[in-house]
Each structure stands twice: as C-alpha cells, then as structure tokens.
T-cell receptor
Framework: SQQGEEDPQALSIQEGENATMNCSYK?????LQWYRQNSGRGLVHLIL?????REKHSGRLRVTLDTSKKSSSLLITASRAADTASYFC???????????FGTGTRLKVLA | DVKVTQSSRYLVKRTGEKVFLECVQD?????MFWYRQDPGLGLRLIYF???????EKGDIPEGYSVSREKKERFSLILESASTNQTSMYLC?????????????FGDGTRLSIL
C-alpha cells in the first residue's frame, strides 16, 4: 500500500506564482524525499529532509516536515514553465531498504 | 553525476514471450531497484537488490524475476509476458548507508505487450 499520498493530484498556475503541494504518510519515518519527473523521463531527486528537521531550502524549493501530523509540503517559489512536471514524495519503510512513493502531484505552469 | 542506463526506451513484445529489461549504473551503488509506473497508481516496487546475487521481493513481484550477477547490472525478467504487464518500467540505484539515500533513476522503458 502507498505510504505517501500527495495533494492535490493536479495543480495549474501562472508563471511567477508559487506552487504548494502536500504529502501525507502513515508510519514513522527516518526521512522524506521529494522527486520531480518530467514527462516520459525518470525521477530526479530534489531534496531530502530528515525526521529531526522541520524546514529545508534549496534554491526556489522549500520543504517543511511535520512529524506530529505525518505530513510534508513542497513549495516552489516564482514558478517557471520549466517547473511543469509531476512531483512525488518518498519515505523509507522502517527496517528495510525500501522506498515508498506517493501517487504524485501533476504541476502545470502556464507561461 | 550518477548515470543509470536502461537498455531500451520503448519495447514491444508479444504475449507469452520472455522479456529482459536491463539496467546499468556507473557509481558503484549497492542498492538497485525495479519499479513499474502506471497512471493513478504511482510507482510500485517490483524487486530490489542490496548486493550482488541478493534480491528481495517488493510489493508486486508476481510474474517477474530479477538477476544481479554484477554490482553494476540489474536485470528484470518477465517470464511469460502478459498484457497487464504493459507499463513504464523504471530502474533506480542508491548507496546503502544508515539513512536511506537519494535514488538515481534511469529514463525508463515503456513496454507494450500485444
């Protein structure tokens, strides 16, 4: 079963606006990652946040983690058409090397 | 940069055929993974390997097998292809350390079974 569930499933915004997508998970984690997937390509790792961190930044990306609510959010500021992609969160499955991916948020940035 | 190479971007096979999907990584990663990706279902883990000749079943191993004879290569085998195995297949690799490491993905193989 899927541990991570992204919300919304799809998001359409204008270039320059901020995009926020959320991820919820079910069990305790060591850390959580966000990935981007351009159409027809593999996933690309964006950012990793550890369970003892609350916020992390990387360029125009800001990730928050709330372990009490078992949720994370990814904020993309000043979005560009090139940010159009699907975004996935991934969590670890305790005691294994398995990663559990959500179903993704499809982001469309209109020029 | 880590490079994960999948042998084919597109593949068309017939029902009942034995199908081999190959994946090679060039960064000496211990872990390798095979996923399938279907609309609305996200990524589902088929098999993963944490060392040469070692493998563990993922969430949907039925109808598949894997082979890891060398550290850099991880093969996915469809023993007798069926139409419900039409999908996008993604290979990934990662380092094996205490906290799970970012995965590096190939560009995928879009497999059609006719």
């Amino acid at each position: 079963s899927q541990q991570g569930e992204e919300d919304p499933q799809a998001l359409s915004i204008q270039e320059g606006e901020n995009a926020t997508m959320n991820c919820s998970y079910k069990t305790s984690i060591n850390n959580l990652q966000w990935y981007r997937q351009n159409s027809g390509r593999g996933l690309v790792h964006l950012i990793l946040i550890r369970s003892n961190e609350r916020e992390k930044h990387s360029g125009r990306l800001r990730v928050t983690l709330d372990t009490s609510k078992k949720s994370s959010s990814l904020l993309i500021t000043a979005s560009r058409a090139a940010d159009t992609a699907s975004y996935f969160c991934a969590t670890d499955a305790s005691g294994t090397y398995k990663y559990i991916f959500g179903t993704g948020t499809r982001l469309k940035v209109l020029a | 940069d880590v490079k994960v190479t999948q042998s084919s971007r597109y593949l068309v096979k017939r029902t009942g055929e034995k199908v081999f999907l190959e994946c090679v990584q060039d960064m000496d990663h211990e872990n390798m993974f095979w996923y399938r990706q279907d609309p609305g279902l996200g990524l589902r883990l088929i098999y993963f390997s944490y060392d040469v000749k070692m493998k563990e079943k993922g969430d949907i191993p039925e109808g598949y097998s894997v082979s890891r004879e060398k550290k850099e290569r991880f093969s996915l085998i469809l023993e007798s292809a069926s139409t419900n195995q039409t999908s996008m297949y993604l290979c990934a690799s990662s380092l094996r350390q205490r906290y799970f490491q970012p995965q590096h993905f190939g560009d995928g193989t879009r497999l059609s079974i006719l």
